[in-house]
């Protein structure tokens, strides 16, 4: 079972921020938030990952609450190109990942 | 730098056939994953290497998949005989671990059509 919970599809507006939340309210110390997106017809591609941290990258950003609870992934600024699959995903560092549904994004011109 | 090429893209069979899915991983990753993914779904995990170890095989159906690397570089998963529940896309992702949290690479999947 996927220990994350994400919302099914979410519309962005193309110059826009999306942000992308996620809660693992059961998450343990030792397990890191993962993101990945699958573009159609591609396989997924790594973002971003945090263990307690806020992280930034040259994709997106991660903002994981101080109880580990839930974490957002922000685009700062959505393409056309951005329109894919988002996967919130928990782990250890040396575990498999194991994929839930994912949040469809639509980013609209 | 060159990323993870499966082959071939696309496959179409009658049930029954047997198959075959050819991965080779980006140079110098010591560990390999085959997931298997069906429509509307995220990947789940088939088999996990580590060099030419098999570490995590629980979730291949082995009475009728079997994978095999050998001189842990490239590797093949086979469906022999096929279903038609086994349609779906077949990705495989590489990564090198040890270095600290693992990211994966994946390519670009093979889609399987069983008739």
């Known amino acids: 079972d996927a220990k994350t919970t994400q919302p099914t599809s979410m519309d962005c507006a193309e110059g826009r921020a999306a942000n992308l939340p996620c809660n693992h309210s059961t998450i343990s110390g030792n397990e890191y938030v993962y993101w990945y997106r699958q573009i159609h017809s591609q396989g997924p591609q790594y973002i971003i990952h945090?263990?307690?941290n806020n992280e930034t990258n040259e994709m997106a950003s991660l903002i994981i609450t101080e109880d580990r609870k839930s974490s957002t992934l922000i685009l700062p600024h959505a393409t056309l190109r951005d329109t894919a699959v988002y996967y919130c995903i928990v782990r250890p560092s040396w575990g498999k990942l194991q994929f839930g549904a994912g949040t469809q994004v639509v980013v609209t011109p | 730098e060159a990323g993870v090429v499966q082959s071939p893209r696309y496959k179409i069979i009658e049930k029954k056939q047997p198959v075959a899915f050819w991965c080779n991983p980006i140079?110098?990753?010591?560990?390999l994953y085959w997931y298997l993914q069906n429509l509307g779904q995220g990947p789940e995990l088939l088999i996990r290497?580590?060099?030419?170890?098999?570490?995590?095989d629980s979730q291949l159906p082995k009475d009728r998949f079997s994978a095999e690397r050998l001189k842990g570089v490239d590797s093949t998963l086979k469906i022999q005989p096929a279903e038609l529940g086994d349609s779906a896309v077949y990705l495989c992702?590489?990564?090198?671990?040890?270095?600290?949290?693992?990211?994966?690479?994946f390519g670009p999947g093979t889609r399987l059509t069983v008739l």
């Open positions: 140079s110098g990753h010591n560990t």
């Open positions: 945090g263990l307690k």
């Open positions: 290497y580590e060099n030419e170890e098999a570490v995590d």
């Open positions: 992702a590489s990564s090198l671990e040890g270095t600290g949290p693992g990211e994966q690479f």
